[in-house]
């Protein structure tokens, strides 16, 4: 039952699987340190090509375990900046692999979901998926994934939708640029092999050398120190107080209290 599962065919494909389904892949430090280590091994994987992510279940990711982050926020500074800073090297790794990575998106993909496939090259969805990176719902911020989906929708929608924390579907996500196509649940396995076989059609170091120069004009290649304002931002921000209202609000199924109806 490791949270995340990592295998690599005679091709040189990689498949990483997410794979707590009874929580809906949602992530916690087990998961995370799964996604480091896995990205370590592939890392060193000469004949590498191609990543291909996915979900085992009904969903592909649905964001931060919150019954986790409320054991981590009552913690130490530090340990709340370690959370935050293993979890944005997570994504900021996969970010700037070296070969293309493909999504597979089904059912929800939410909170820290949508900044993993922001990181993908290439993004499939189901015509099941739902969305949303809705943190300030819970008193808490996206701001570790937000150069990632600047990068994937830009600064406009993401005004938009991290800060309604609003769900929207398969369709809309394509529209935003979110997700590159949109197909039937069933065929979701074959439109990702389709992808992988055009990958596989191209040069892998041509490849590696045009996403890495793709990647020195995109708002998701932040400098270290940036990245380090960032962490100690989402850490400072869980430990708040804002942050122990709206996760006590999610546990307890009721508004928060900043809630004013009209």
């Known amino acids: 039952m490791d949270p995340v599962l990592c295998s690599v065919d005679p091709r040189g494909v990689a498949t990483v699987t997410f794979n707590r389904p009874e929580v809906n892949n949602a992530y916690n430090e087990a ?3 799964g996604l480091l280590s896995g990205l370590d091994s592939l890392e060193k994987d000469k004949g590498l090509r191609a990543v291909v992510l996915r979900g085992n279940g009904k969903h592909f990711q649905a964001g931060a375990d919150l019954k986790w982050i409320r054991g981590v926020a009552p913690k130490s500074k530090e340990e709340n900046e370690k959370a935050s800073r293993d979890t944005g090297t997570a994504v900021r790794r996969l970010n700037g692999l070296a070969v293309p990575t493909v999504a597979l998106v089904q059912g929800g993909c939410f909170g820290g979901g949508t900044g993993i496939i922001a990181a993908c090259d290439v993004v499939i969805a189901a015509d099941n998926a739902l969305f949303s990176i809705a943190e300030t719902r819970w008193g808490l911020m996206a701001g570790i994934i937000l150069p990632q ?49 055009q990958l596989l059609q191209n040069a892998p170091e041509a490849n590696a050398i045009t996403k890495a120069r793709a990647l020195e004009f995109a708002f998701g290649r932040v400098s270290d120190g940036v990245f380090e304002d960032l962490v100690v931002e989402h850490a400072a921000k869980r430990r708040s107080d804002e942050a122990t ?12 209290r900043w809630y004013r109806k009209a």
């Open 31 to 33: 998961l995370i340190q």
């Open 149 to 197: 989906l600047a990068d994937a929708i830009g600064a406009r929608q993401v005004r938009r939708y991290a800060l309604t924390g609003e769900r929207f579907d398969a369709q809309e996500a394509r529209r935003i640029g979110l997700v590159h196509e949109v197909v039937p649940l069933a065929e979701l396995p074959a439109a990702g092999e389709r992808i992988v076989d």
């Open 245 to 256: 209202e709206g996760l006590a609000s999610f546990v307890e199924k009721r508004p928060a």
